[in-house]
């Protein structure tokens, strides 16, 4: 028993040394899935976020134009709210998921 | 097939075409179905083979099979909560699903099903239709309180509602184009290097010194895309399991 104290001890000791528990709760802590931040990674996964939001706000405003025969309209209004939808997602993507939205 | 002509063509390699000759030309039986099925097979092989000695101290394949399932248990668990557990096999399906098909897209002459927009939307609007079900079987119309934050004046609704319908809706397209994209980037990386390599392995007496770089190249972007396969596999699964999470705390 005593001896594995001691490894467990020296575990510890060189997980330290080597940064290597800090990195674990750095990478808990970070964004919405728990990945290692990487300013590139980061970069790409709001790009995807914003451009994705803006594909759905001009699809759906495209098909209730096609639908109501407006056509220019409401695909303009929707895209605007697909622009301000994915810009929710970057915030979201960057604020803690625990306590931000209750 | 890459370096006719001496052209780059890096975007043939995502054509399909017709698998097992005139019986897969009649039903539409393509490349990417018979890869789909193969990395089904493989699925099923790793956890029944894997799993068959049940050994208390396990041998690589099971270490494998084992190591996977508490990866994916784990994650579940601890995105969703201990209710997730009910969720467990349709996240362990999709990650087995698209890490078979990122990996065993790397191999020559293979095929990456997951690098097909089709595909990846398939999944994610599974996976989009699926949140919604378990939203909705859960709490009812409550869900829809969902897309209004409790204390916001109501006055702001026409903006809020729209803004988080939106919002909602671009979880499939961000989910599909993300492994989509990664997919497809890395392979026309790794196709443009190659054709590089035969490119200049043909220009005399130095042709084949200089190629060295290239394939260098490509052996460390085969190393990079083994990580991004990795990684894409688990983005998928990490973000259904936060959505799922979504769904079953609704907040």
Not at chain 2, 204 to 213: K, Q, R, W
């Amino acid at each position: 028993m005593n001896e594995r104290d001691d490894f467990n001890e020296r575990l510890r000791k060189a997980r330290h040394r080597q940064g290597l528990d800090q990195n674990a709760r750095g990478a808990d802590g970070e964004g919405q899935g728990g990945l290692p931040a990487s300013a590139l990674r980061i970069g790409l996964r709001a790009g995807v976020e914003v451009v994705s939001a803006l594909i759905a706000g001009a699809g759906i405003g495209w098909l209730i134009d096609r639908w109501l025969g407006t056509f220019p309209w409401l695909f303009m209004l929707f895209f605007a709210i697909g622009g301000v939808a994915g810009v929710l997602n970057v915030y979201r993507l960057f604020t803690p998921r625990k306590g931000a939205r209750k | 097939m890459a370096a006719e002509g001496n052209t780059i063509d890096a975007l043939s390699q995502f054509q399909l075409t017709h698998a097992l000759g005139p019986v897969g030309a009649a039903v539409n039986f393509t490349q990417s179905n018979a890869f789909m099925l193969t990395a089904a097979v493989v699925i099923v092989l790793i956890m029944t083979v894997g799993m068959a000695p049940r050994a208390i101290v396990p041998g690589r394949l099971q270490a494998a099979a084992e190591t996977f399932y508490e990866f994916i248990e784990n994650l579940v668990i601890g995105q969703v909560g201990h209710e997730g557990k009910r969720y467990f096999p349709f996240v362990f399906t999709l990650f087995m699903f698209i890490l078979l098909g990122n990996v065993i897209g790397l191999f020559p002459y293979a095929f990456t099903y997951t690098s097909h927009i089709a595909v990846t939307f398939g999944l994610a609007a599974v996976v989009f239709v699926l949140t919604t079900l378990v939203a909705l079987a859960l709490h009812g119309k409550k869900f829809f309180g969902y897309f209004f934050p409790e204390g916001a004046p109501v006055w702001l609704a026409p903006i809020i509602v729209p803004v988080e319908v939106v919002s909602y809706l671009s979880r499939p397209i961000s989910l599909s184009i993300r492994l989509f994209a990664n997919m497809v980037a890395g392979h026309v990386l790794l196709k443009v290097f190659a054709t590089f390599v035969v490119l200049l392995g043909g220009l005399g007496i130095v042709g084949p010194f200089i190629a060295v770089l290239p394939l260098t190249v490509n052996v460390l972007l085969i190393g990079f895309e083994l990580l991004v396969a990795f990684l894409q596999a688990y983005v998928f699964a990490i973000l259904t399991s936060v959505y799922l999470h979504d769904a079953v705390h609704l907040h």
